[in-house]
């Protein structure tokens, strides 16, 4: 079956995460994926191993559907390699460090000389341009850089760096984004283009309900937050306040474990039917709960009320209470509950797969549904695993040819200067 991205080849120099997450999409889309590593490996195969001598899961789970091929860009003839692959491409992807993609030679304009239908797909940092271009980035660094920790936690604490990984996953999901637009360019115009996102813009966009609130502070403060926020410069930490028009809150249940905990949010059109459940009609007509407005004045003793009410019930329980009156709601799930869950299998998001060095494992899906051609997820491939088949299906190259490149030292590391 033809799938949505068949047809376009990747040549991926990207590693680690951020990168690796973009080609992953593309290739469960149908793309063909050519990880394109140095002799000695991605460097997260050998990252945070749980089994001796195979590939991480750091890599496994983000390396899927593609095929890998070793080669030594520091060795004029894995040079050629390289640039002929260039040539059979529609994608370069790379997230080197600043300057790092310049100084093995090829910079976009000489990418775009190679192949002027290419396009160069580049992850950096804080971009390739501005005060910060020549900064090093992870993570972390661009969450606390692009507004994400400021806003994440509560008041008297520190700034909190968030569980999914909106700095490198994030940014790899605009990447594509990216790389799909200018292909469709490309397909009006013959004429490749050179695309980048930077982990701090990611960053802010993800981020943009905080800049709405930023700029409603300079007009007064805000009326739905449950910290004082009158006079401030700045978006607070809220902890869990649900940053829109309706109130939020994590609700505590029994047992009282680490994960008893339930997100509700209190919509003007469902309080009548939650503060009778609660508190029956006297509650659900109080004149302190009546209105949104008055509901925001005094939501911290609504959400004592509610969690009194709760503390009788398990996380479970107290989601079907809430969803016979349409009340939107959802319990904090562990991975371990994911792990296990029914809706999570029929959905295909926790795919069981195996692999020749570590065995059965599991790996996240594919969240984007397509009914004409949908994900078949494979398994990540060892370090230069195609390499042979590569030379030879995408570039026509034989057995000669092939021994030749080997004897140069295009696929091997160079030898180990002694002491």
Known sequence: MDKALSGIRILDMSHVQAGPTASQ????????????EPPTGDT???????????????????????????????????????????????????????????????????????????????????????????????????????GGMSTTGVPEGPPFVAGAQIGD???????????????????????????EVAMMDGVMNLCRVKFRDHQRLTRGSL????????????????????????????????????????????????????????????????????????????????WRLIDEFASHYTKREFMAILNEIDVPCGPVMSTEDLANDEHVKLREMWVELDHPQRGKWWNVGMPIKLSASPAEIKRSPLLGEHTEEILKEVLGYDDARITGLKSAGAFSAPPKKAA
Request: glycine share 12%.
């Open 44 to 146: 997260t195969r050998g990252q945070l191993r749980d089994v001796p001598n195979a590939d991480s899961l750091y890599f496994t789970m983000l390396n899927c559907n593609k095929r890998s091929i070793t080669v030594n860009m520091k060795n004029p003839a894995g040079k050629e390699v390289f640039i002929e692959l260039l040539k059979k491409s529609d994608v370069l992807m790379e997230n080197f460090g600043p300057g790092v993609i310049e100084r093995l030679g090829f910079s976009w304009e000489k990418v775009h000389e190679i192949n002027p239908r290419v396009v160069m797909a580049s992850i950096k940092g804080f971009g390739s341009s501005g005060a910060y271009a020549d900064f090093k980035a992870y993570e972390n660094v661009a969450q606390a850089m692009g």
């Open 169 to 195: 996953t994030g940014t790899g999901l605009h990447l594509v984004i990216g790389i799909l637009a200018a292909l469709h360019h490309r397909n009006k115009t013959g004429q490749g283009q050179y695309v």
């Open 223 to 302: 009326s739905e937050y449950s910290v004082p926020t009158s006079g401030l410069k700045a978006v607070p930490r809220a902890g869990n306040d649900s940053g829109g028009g309706q109130l939020g809150n994590v609700i505590k249940c029994k047992p009282g474990g680490p994960n008893d905990y339930i997100y509700v949010v209190v919509q003007e059109a469902v309080w009548d039917a939650l503060g009778t459940k609660i508190g029956g009609e006297a509650l659900a007509k109080d004149p302190k709960f009546a209105t949104i407005g008055e509901r925001r004045k005094n939501q911290k003793e609504m």
């Open 25 to 36: 999409l593309m290739a469960w889309l149908g793309a063909d994926v050519i990880k394109f």
